[in-house]
């Protein structure tokens, strides 16, 4: 009966979502809708399938549930060799990875497919803030870290925060457990926050600053890549201003640790491809993205460095232990 | 009168047949949607996304359809707590506290009726003030920082003994045990895991969606099994329905002043319809004199939670709309849409993308008019679908509740879940102790700690910043009077009149 029952929920639903074919891949958005990962399984599996890397529609499946955790205990273990298979991932796959936020699951049981997009991560004030650079700001920590909150969309100990303590610590100051943080409810809660002189800076992505940007209600004092944003060229690099730090919210996907060689390949090649596209370069301007290709075993090895930098980071806070 | 050019720029955009066909179909379908418990308007919005798209609306089109969807469930979620005193979504709780009641005592075409007016006269006001006061008020989220909001948590806490007709100490117990189990999940603040027991299903806590069709439709399957259906509560009656014009008149204020406080709660990011339509309810019960009906059918006890949870949806559009920062469930799913039809919400909106803005505002004044036509003259279409006879009713009650919790997670745990707060439900229920607060303490208990915590975080520990400004203090002074008050008013408030019960 249990059985009759779930298979009649599942049908339901699938034929709600309005898919096809049975027997297409399938691309899990460990969320639900609307999200960032939902952005990726939709847009990549759709432009996978409009510009022919694959031959069927790629169903797209939300598994909400304990941060991305449950879909990747579902990977792991019912779906290890399931070569139709991928999920979407991103900066905060391999942060909750790094800090064991998904129940003694590691980086390990799954393979990193390639990332070819990403938001980029942007420290910025209030307009009215006495902050200037990037440099008055690490400054003010530096002298007094009671002085300076920083907000974020993220919880503490999430990227938003890492990537304060990664700007912090390039700049010589190793006393992180005493920088103020606090996490918000999205990117545009923290941010008010900061203009109505809450908090005095927030850590964030592009994509979650630019409308304020534009009405000037805040200033951006640095972002988080290797080369100035497109679009956004008077925005100084962290790096041009001495702090070596590339933090960007990656957008990407993972598969089953069980699959073949070959359908690595294969799943690399078609992603390879949908980076190439003219089509994921529109959806990328129209979402605020900026160019970020890693892919195969290239973006496997970066994981594994974030994942490290990360766990270091997060041991010293006392995320973890 | 710039405004008014806009918005007849607006009414050209929202009456075209297209748009104006989108926002009555929206308006259907949102009411069905609000009327089915365990469907509400976030889940709503969030399952009709993927229509919006394959039928290849563009952005206006898909706003129009979505936010009338939005507002259809805010009026539709009052039909099942009035009729079943099971709320069709969230904000329809406190419906339930007076509605059904009333509805018992054969006045439930009133009742229904009433509502619906107050829905109406709530939505429309605050599209008026989302109209006029959108720019304006969008500061004023900047001046609520973490103590404010603690303080405004406080406040809604402290009167929750106003909800309670009888016992204000069962209330209390069942807002603490709301709020422990808001304690299961991610800790935001450490990010510590707390009473998962392991298990990866319970790290986002629990889903109050999942709570309150276990709470009340659930546990309603299990009081009428207990009861093999003879006096089981289900299936009121209906005569026909008339326009109660004097609960209208007498509900005149109620549905003013709920209107503000709603509207308000709205504006504030992360308060949103729930608490708009839970304030409008403890305030109108503080304010009149005579509140010993409250509870047992009063008319202002259904009109003060259905004007303040619908004008809190206008509202909540503002922060939306203009800050990018959702007031609520629904405007985080709207928020969502709006991104992905590369619309981005913030400051410039208004400028960027007046069309989208006015023709969005101008279709919510149509959806109010064609909603206020649905659900007063032909209420009856809408209740037909819950007035099958009970041994069919509830059954698929329950088979609706199981879809749509399934919806939100695809997860069978939620399922359990459920069927576990239907069982705590039914032994409350023996017990004499008010469900409703479990809810808000689910809903609010996050919010409350997280806010005290960063305040903590902000000022280094030192409990006084919770008093550092004039808006937190407000709150502090309302919430000590909500709570210590009612105590010593008592006496003196009830004295002229015999106890009657």
Same mark, same amino acid.
């Given at each position: ?9 599942? &049908? ?117 803030? $006495? ?40 700049? %010589? ?37 630019? %409308? ?11 972002? +988080? ?6 679009? +956004? ?6 790096? #041009? ?54 892919? &195969? ?11 490290? #930098? ?12 | ?35 089915? $418990? ?52 969230? $904000? ?131 009081? +009428?099994? #207990? ?48 608490? %708009? ?99 007063? $003259? ?124």
């Amino acid at each position: 009966m249990n059985t009759i029952f779930k298979r009649f929920a599942a &049908g339901l639903i699938v034929s709600a979502s309005l898919t096809t074919s049975a027997m297409a891949a399938e691309c899990i958005a460990p969320a639900n809708p609307g999200g960032g990962w939902d952005f990726t399984c939709r847009t990549i599996g759709k432009i996978m399938y409009d510009i022919g890397a694959v031959d069927a529609p790629i169903q797209v499946t939300n598994m909400a549930g304990g941060g991305g955790g449950l879909a990747y205990s579902t990977v792991v273990n019912e779906r290890n060799d399931d070569e139709d298979l991928i999920v979407a991932a991103s900066s905060a796959t391999a942060t909750r990875l790094a800090q064991n936020a998904y129940g003694g699951m590691t980086a390990d049981q799954v393979r990193f497919l390639g990332a070819i997009g990403a938001d980029p991560g942007v420290i910025a004030v209030a307009a009215d803030s $006495p902050y200037k650079t990037l440099t008055d700001l690490l400054d003010a920590v530096k002298a007094d870290p009671k002085s300076v909150t920083f907000a974020g969309g993220s919880a503490v100990g999430g990227f938003d925060h890492i990537k304060v303590l990664m700007a912090l610590g390039r700049a %010589g100051f190793n006393d992180i457990r005493a920088v103020k943080y606090i996490g918000l409810d999205g990117g545009g809660d923290a941010i008010t926050q900061a203009i109505g002189g809450h908090v005095q800076a927030v850590t964030g992505d592009m994509s979650e600053v630019v %409308g304020f940007l534009k009405s000037g209600d805040i200033r951006v004092l640095a972002a +988080f890549t290797d080369e100035r944003i497109p679009g +956004f060229e008077d925005i100084p690099t962290a790096k #041009e201003q001495g702090i070596d730090v590339v933090a960007v919210n990656w957008r990407g996907l993972y598969v089953p640790k069980g699959i073949s060689d070959e359908a690595y390949q294969k799943w690399s090649d078609a992603l390879a491809k949908v980076a190439a596209s003219d089509e994921w370069h529109e959806a990328m301007v129209s979402h605020g993205l900026a160019p970020f290709t890693k892919v &195969g075993p290239d973006f496997q090895n970066y994981v594994n460095g974030v994942i490290g #930098e990360i766990a270091q980071l997060s041991r010293d806070i006392g995320v973890i232990k | 009168m710039e405004t008014l050019s806009l918005l007849m720029d607006g009414f050209a955009v929202a009456l075209t047949p297209t748009t104006l066909f989108l926002a009555v179909i929206g308006c259907i379908l949102g009411t069905i949607i609000g009327a089915l $418990p365990g469907l509400g308007p976030s889940n709503g919005v969030a399952i009709l996304i993927p229509l919006a798209f394959s039928l290849g609306l563009d952005a206006t089109a898909s706003l129009v359809l979505m936010t009338s969807v939005y507002y259809g469930a805010m009026y539709g979620g009052r039909i099942s707590s009035i009729l079943l005193n099971i709320p069709g979504d969230e $904000p329809a709780l406190m419906t339930t506290l007076d509605g059904y009641p009333m509805a018992k005592a054969g006045r439930a075409g009133d009742a229904l009726v009433l509502s619906g007016v107050a829905s109406f006269v709530g939505a429309l006001l605050a599209t008026f003030g989302l109209i006029l006061l959108a720019p304006v008020l969008a500061r004023l989220a900047y001046k609520f920082g973490p103590a404010e909001y603690f303080a405004l948590y406080i406040l809604a806490f402290s009167t929750l003994g106003g909800i309670a007709s009888k016992n204000q100490a069962k209330a209390a117990i069942a807002a603490c045990i709301g709020l422990g189990i808001s304690m299961i999940g991610i800790d935001n603040n450490t990010s510590i895991v707390r009473f998962t027991y392991g298990n990866l299903h319970l790290y986002d806590g629990v889903d109050f969606l999942v709570a309150i069709v276990g709470l009340f439709a659930v546990t309603e399957v299990f009081v +009428f099994i #207990e009861s093999h259906g003879k006096d089981s509560a289900i299936g009121v009656k209906l005569g026909k329905i008339t326009i109660p014009v004097n609960d209208i008149l007498l509900c005149k204020w109620a549905m003013l002043r709920s209107t503000l406080i709603g509207f308000v709660a709205g504006i504030l990011p992360g308060a949103g319809a729930s608490l %708009g339509s839970f304030l409008s309810y403890s305030a109108e019960k503080a304010i009149v004199k005579d509140n010993s009906m409250f509870g047992k059918g009063d008319p202002r006890g259904v009109a003060a939670p259905e004007a303040g949870n619908n004008a809190a949806a206008g509202g909540a559009l503002i922060p939306m709309l203009t800050l990018g920062v959702p007031g609520s469930g629904t405007t985080a799913v709207l928020l969502a849409l709006l991104m992905t039809l590369n619309i981005t919400p913030g400051p410039t909106l208004f400028t960027d993308r007046p069309d989208v803005v006015w023709g969005l505002i101008a279709s919510l004044l149509i959806a109010n008019v064609v909603l206020l036509v649905l659900n007063v $003259p032909m209420v009856k279409f809408f209740v037909r679908i819950l007035m099958v006879p009970p041994w069919v009713l509830l059954p698929g009650v329950t088979m609706v509740s199981f879809v749509g919790i399934y919806s939100l997670s695809g997860s069978t745990f939620d399922l359990l879940m459920m069927i576990g707060f239907g069982a705590m439900g039914f032994f409350l229920r023996k017990l004499d102790v008010p469900t409703v607060p479990i809810i808000l303490g689910i809903l609010l208990g996050n919010r409350m700690e997280d806010n005290l915590r960063r305040a903590m975080v902000i000022s280094d520990g030192d409990w006084t910043f919770l008093f550092s400004s004039w808006i937190a203090i407000g709150f502090w002074a309302a919430a000590i009077l909500g709570f210590v008050g009612p105590m010593f008013l008592r006496g003196v408030l009830k004295k002229p009149v015999p106890p009657t019960d």
